[in-house]
């Protein structure tokens, strides 16, 4: 399974930016998907994820403001993010597994990863 982030860039605060999630190879048995980021100093943190076609669940830092969605007719997962703070600045990454509903919450044990993609949100 391979996965490759695109849409990272510079924003301004308040802005909003579209990441998205090419998946390829042998994708159907990944059945959780899902977003981390990751910023100098700090763990790689889950934003949120989803099974199947589930709602996704996010982290609490981001509700209300990141949405997890899918394009499953082009292998496409997006993650939507707005109202954009500096302190979301980090590298961003598409991230994939072939677990159950049970563990695929935010911080799923991940399998494979995406390159990431730059975020900077800047005033």
């Known amino acids: 399974v391979q996965l490759v982030e695109t849409g990272g860039g510079s924003v301004q605060v308040g802005g909003s930016l579209r990441l998205s999630c090419q998946a390829s190879?042998?994708?159907?048995?990944?059945?959780?998907m899902g977003w981390f980021r990751q910023v100098p100093g700090k763990e790689r943190e889950g934003l949120g994820s989803?099974?199947?076609?589930?709602?996704?669940i996010y982290a609490e830092s981001v509700k209300g403001r990141f949405t997890i969605s899918h394009d499953k007719a082009n292998n496409t997962f997006y993650l939507q993010m707005n109202n954009l703070k500096p302190e979301v600045s980090g590298m961003y990454y598409c991230?994939?597994?072939?677990?159950?509903?049970?563990?695929?919450?935010?911080?799923?044990?991940?399998?494979?990863w995406g390159q990431g993609t730059l975020v900077y949100v800047h005033s």
């Open positions: 991230a994939a597994d072939h677990g159950g509903l049970y563990d695929c919450g935010p911080e799923f044990r991940v399998r494979y």
């Open positions: 190879g042998y994708i159907d048995a990944v059945y959780c």
């Open positions: 989803r099974y199947k076609d589930d709602t996704p």
